[in-house]
Every structure is written in structure tokens, then in C-alpha cells.
């Protein structure tokens, strides 16, 4: 396949040599499923996984997330077999801060010692010298809380001194927290939840563009209300597009510094995923658009 020649354009991580594609990959449904465990074991199909992660590069995605604690293992294993040697142009951005017990839950594993481990994970699976970006997880679901992180961060700047990890980021964190981050150590990324329906970030977007520092928000289609997704879905009619498109490309619209890692594992959902990267929203689109999260106020 001809690389895409646009995916919503490109960005530089401030202060670093990192320049992406707008348009990324999220790996983390490559994992399976057992019963009510999530993001959990090897997926059913092996082959369509590998095909999926060599479509998204094929066609350009040159940004691609993940962590070792999807599956557990199972992504970055899938993203080894399906594109190593790795294509000089790839960043791989990892997280840590979190693991998985046998039920399936998501506890943190924020001591010292866990993000040496996880760091060593995420290296031995991903078969790499070094980690270009680690993001530290912290918060809840889908919102930060007040909690101390000096412990984590502080050894993620230890492994970085190291030369294990090249920058750290910052997940689902507030901008007090993301100040006190960067007392300890520089921070090149933040990832956090957010969409058209879910704008409690609207001014840490915008003040993290002034920095250079890009915004990658998870769930795009989460949290919407069926008024909501009714909304997006007759935006969606009216542009013979998808919803997740729409989302999609609201989100490259609202600032320069977004950037999107929709994940899939179809090959199909894929394609149509990175075709948000060229859907032109008219300004009556936006407009209604933007009128969502406002009528949840």
C-alpha cells in the first residue's frame, strides 16, 4: 500500500527530535478477551492483529501506543512479531504505573521497583535498547486525582539518566500535577480523557500547545450520553461519514497539539479510522459539535 500522504499532518514533540503524523495507533484491543477480563490474553486471531499493526505503518501511522500490561504482554509482543526490525521513523510510546492480577483488574504498581520491572518488561517485549517515550499512569478510569507520584516519576528520571528510556510523559493527570512533574523531570507528553463530549481539558489543551507539548486523548467515543451520540451520529449522516470519524476529526481540529491513537483490530476499522484524517468538517458541523459538551453543562 501507498503511505497515506496525509495524516492530519505532522508534530514535533518540544524539545526533542520526535516529529509524528497527527494520526497514531492505539494497540491496546489487540489483546483478547476471557470472559468479563478485558484487554486480557492472546486475541482469536493472531494473523489479522499482525496484519492490522503492518496496515496502520504501511499506510503512515508512524506513532504507535501501547504497554505491557495489555494482555498482559500480549500488544507489544504482537507489535515485535508483526514490525521488528522497527522502521527508523517509528515511536513507540509505552506507559507504566499500573499491572494485572488474575481477575482481570487494573491495580497500580507505582513503587520504585515496579517501574524498574515494567520498564524491563516493556524493553524485553518490545525487543528494544531503549524506550523512546514512557508514560506514567496515574489517576483513575478516565480523571486525576490528588495523589503523591514522586516515588514513580522520580525513578522513571532515574532510568532515563540511564539511557533505558529517552522521554517521559504523564497519563491522566491534572495541569497542578503536570507543574509538579516538571520539577522533577522534563515531561514531552500528556494523555488523558477527552473528547467532543468530555472537554474538562479544554485550557490544559491550549496551554499545553503553548509548551510545544502534545495532548493525546483516550476514549474518543466514551462518555457520551444518548442525546449525545445522537448529536454526532446526524453530523456523521450528514457528512457520509462514521461517527468515530467525526469524533476523530473534530479532535485534529480543535488544536495542533492533539494527537489521536484510535485503536481496532480490524483491518477494515482501521482504514476507516485514518480517513478521518482528511474529512473536512463544515463550520455548521463544528458548530454542533461544540454544542455538545456545552448542552451537559
Known amino acids: 500500500m501507498t503511505k497515506a500522504s496525509n495524516l492530519g499532518g505532522k508534530f514535533t514533540f518540544a524539545n526533542t527530535p520526535i516529529t509524528v ?6 494497540a491496546m484491543q489487540l489483546a483478547g478477551r476471557e470472559g468479563n477480563k478485558l484487554v486480557w490474553g492472546a486475541p482469536r486471531d493472531i494473523p489479522g492483529a499482525i496484519a492490522v499493526l503492518r496496515e496502520a505503518v504501511d499506510s503512515g501511522v508512524d506513532h504507535i501506543d501501547t504497554s505491557d500490561f495489555y494482555g498482559p504482554h500480549v500488544t507489544n509482543q504482537l507489535i515485535k512479531q508483526a514490525l ?9 510510546v509505552t506507559k507504566v504505573g499500573a499491572r494485572r492480577d488474575s481477575d482481570g483488574s487494573w491495580p497500580h504498581a507505582r513503587s520504585r521497583q515496579e517501574i524498574i520491572d515494567a520498564v524491563h518488561d516493556n524493553l524485553r517485549n518490545l525487543g528494544l535498547d531503549a524506550l523512546e517515550v514512557v508514560n506514567l499512569r ?22 532515563k539518566q540511564q539511557g533505558l528510556i529517552r522521554h ?30 468530555q472537554r474538562t481539558d479544554d485550557a490544559f489543551v491550549d496551554a499545553l500547545a503553548v509548551q510545544g507539548i502534545p495532548f493525546v486523548p483516550y476514549f474518543p467515543l466514551g462518555g457520551f450520553s444518548p442525546l449525545q451520540s445522537s448529536k454526532l451520529n446526524e453530523v456523521a ?15 485534529l481540529r480543535r488544536s495542533p497539539n492533539i494527537l489521536l491513537i484510535p485503536g481496532t483490530s480490524s483491518v477494515q476499522h482501521l482504514r476507516e479510522n485514518l480517513k478521518a484524517a482528511t474529512l473536512e468538517l463544515p463550520d455548521a458541523a463544528v458548530a454542533t459539535l461544540d454544542s455538545i459538551a456545552a448542552a451537559a453543562i
Open 237 to 251: 449522516a450528514s457528512l457520509d461519514a462514521k461517527p468515530m470519524q467525526v469524533a476523530l476529526a473534530w479532535l
Open 84 to 92: 521488528y526490525p522497527y522502521p527508523d521513523n517509528l515511536t513507540i
Open 138 to 159: 496515574l489517576g483513575g478510569l478516565t480523571g486525576p486525582v490528588d495523589e503523591p507520584f514522586e516515588e514513580p516519576l522520580t525513578a522513571l528520571a532515574e532510568l
Open 168 to 197: 517521559i510523559g504523564l497519563s491522566t493527570v491534572s495541569q497542578e500535577q503536570l507543574v509538579e512533574a516538571q520539577v522533577i523531570t522534563e515531561i514531552v507528553s500528556i494523555q488523558n480523557f477527552y473528547n467532543v463530549a
Open 21 to 26: 503524523n497527527r494520526m497514531g495507533y492505539g
